[in-house]
């Protein structure tokens, strides 16, 4: 099955990474630039607000581990990822096979996959983002567009 699950030495070394100066884990748009300047690369503060505004599920204004870990999953999906591979992570997640998310399928699929486990807040903005019908659900089409648009 395909899963938006790392390996626990791939967690472990994104973890490693992921290191917030102030101990929050959480990194702000100024931790971010300090340590892509570390990389030797510069980004406007308005590029950095757009770079955490990306991955920032929750809408804190930083970005925690869980949310870093899915917004590389989602970059890796979609650099990756053919139509066929879509459709097999949309019918996992889709357990009673009716062709859309519901809530509970994301939320469950979101809880177990990802370590650690995103909150029920920034499921539900995922589903805020991505249901573009309105009906409170996920469909294969927005879920492809969320997928890609990440």
């Given at each position: 099955a395909v899963q938006l699950v790392f390996t626990d030495a791939e967690k472990a070394e994104f973890k490693f990474g992921f290191k917030s100066k102030d101990g929050d884990n959480s990194i702000t748009a100024k931790e971010l630039g300090e340590f892509l300047e570390s990389a030797g690369k510069s980004f406007s503060e308005e590029q950095l607000a757009q770079m955490i505004s990306d991955v920032d599920t929750d809408k804190s204004g930083t970005i925690e581990f869980s949310e870093m870990l899915m917004g590389?999953?989602?970059?890796?999906?979609?650099?990756?990822?053919?139509?066929?591979?879509?459709?097999?992570?949309?019918?996992?997640?889709?357990?009673?096979?009716?062709?859309?998310?519901?809530?509970?399928?994301?939320?469950?699929?979101?809880?177990?996959?990802?370590?650690?486990?995103m909150s029920k807040e920034a499921i539900d903005a995922i589903i805020a983002k991505a249901d573009c019908d309105g009906d409170g659900k996920i469909n294969r089409k927005e879920f492809v567009k969320l997928i890609k648009s990440s």
């Open positions: 590389i999953a989602e970059k890796m999906m979609k650099w990756t990822w053919k139509k066929s591979h879509f459709q097999k992570a949309f019918d996992d997640m889709d357990k009673d096979g009716n062709g859309v998310l519901s809530p509970e399928e994301l939320h469950l699929a979101m809880s177990t996959r990802i370590e650690p486990p």
